[in-house]
């Protein structure tokens, strides 16, 4: 929200095509996240990082992978791997306050496997 | 590893009605963030709860932290068609990242 841009708004895939969904900040955030959001769900993590250059798997990253190159930009390519990738993709970022973590999320990539 | 439920996961009201929604953990928290989701957009921060008992009024939302720090609500008093959307609340223990719950779904009738 604010500050968070993602594209495509819409992505649409071969199956046994990779992707890349671009997720980028201009908040100055250390952290960035990953989710999934599927109907019923809720947000599942799929990866997140804290550091430049450092990342970590979430709870959902089989099938995933992702990069962090530079603070701003945290893109998340799905790869082939990925058995049901249709979903709606969430990026977010987040700053440390006094008193815990705010995620603020971007406008999200409708993801759908043809 | 952590979790989080919320209920109840749908909840149609008519505009005016109040409407609760309750945010269950396993864990004892740290502090408990809630979050409201339009159809069609993505999650926007709304709130978070830091101490035991802590509560928080927004308007027409009034949020609560219980005092065992593993529970939390979030109360809407005479709905209105614009509350419509899905309410997660998000906690987190310690060093773990944010957990989400899977959300209350609320749509209001005029």
């Known amino acids: 929200d604010g500050g968070i841009t993602q594209s495509p708004k819409y992505l649409f895939r071969k199956e046994g095509q990779n992707v890349t969904l671009s997720c980028e900040q201009n908040l100055n955030h250390d952290a960035m996240y990953w989710y999934r959001q599927d109907p019923g769900q809720g947000l599942r993590l799929i990866y997140y990082s804290h550091i430049v250059n450092d990342f970590q798997k979430g709870d959902i990253a089989e099938g995933y992978s992702v990069s962090r190159e530079k603070k701003e930009s945290f893109p998340l390519t799905v790869t082939s791997a990925q058995k049901n990738p249709t979903a709606f993709y969430l990026c977010a970022s987040s700053i440390e306050g006094r008193d815990g973590e705010t995620q603020y999320f971007g406008p999200g990539t409708r993801l759908l496997v043809l | 590893g952590q979790q989080v439920m919320q209920i109840p996961q749908y909840q149609h009201v008519q505009e005016g009605e109040d409407f609760t929604t309750y945010c269950n953990s396993s864990t004892t928290l740290s502090n408990i963030q809630w979050y409201k989701q339009r159809p069609g957009g993505h999650p926007v921060f709304l709130i978070q709860?830091?101490?035991?008992?802590e509560v928080k009024k927004q308007k027409r939302l009034t949020f609560q932290f219980g005092e065992a720090k593993k529970n939390s609500s979030l109360h809407i008093t005479a709905t209105q068609t614009t509350d419509v959307g899905t309410y997660f609340c998000a906690g987190k223990s310690g060093y773990s990242t944010l957990t989400f719950g899977k959300g209350t779904m609320l749509l209001v009738s005029p």
């Open positions: 709860l830091v101490k035991s008992g």
